[in-house]
């Protein structure tokens, strides 16, 4: 199973600030949709950072996204092990496959591909 990037999910209330906040080190807004931003470093684009203030299609916000080559498979995987599932497999309209999965820790990940 391959892992295409992972990113760290960070709640915030106050979106705007927390980006510019941000943006003094030299992350740059990349995507925004209204309760989530992702900033990426202007030098390297695979480096980045989500701030967000829920999660409008899941019933909690994750603390971390993995994109991986494979999500159907990272799903199988995880189902398998008997992994607890907070969030089915689910396409969402901005053009990812997605799921998400607690770690043993008890933290929430967004495990997704892009279709």
């Known amino acids: 199973m391959s892992v295409r990037r992972v990113v760290p999910n960070i709640q915030s209330t106050v979106l705007p600030e927390s980006a510019e906040f941000y943006g003094v080190l030299g992350l740059e807004q990349v995507m925004d949709h209204g309760w989530i931003r992702t900033l990426a ?46 969030h089915p497999l689910t396409d969402e309209e901005w053009g990812v496959r997605r799921f998400f999965v607690r770690d043993p820790g008890g933290r929430v990940v967004n495990v997704l591909g892009h279709r």
């Open 41 to 86: 470093s202007t030098g390297n684009p695979a480096v980045q950072l989500s701030l967000m203030s829920e999660d409008l299609t899941a019933p909690v916000a994750p603390d971390l996204s993995i994109e991986v080559e494979d999500v159907d498979a990272a799903y199988a995987a995880m189902r398998e092990r008997g992994a607890e599932i907070v």
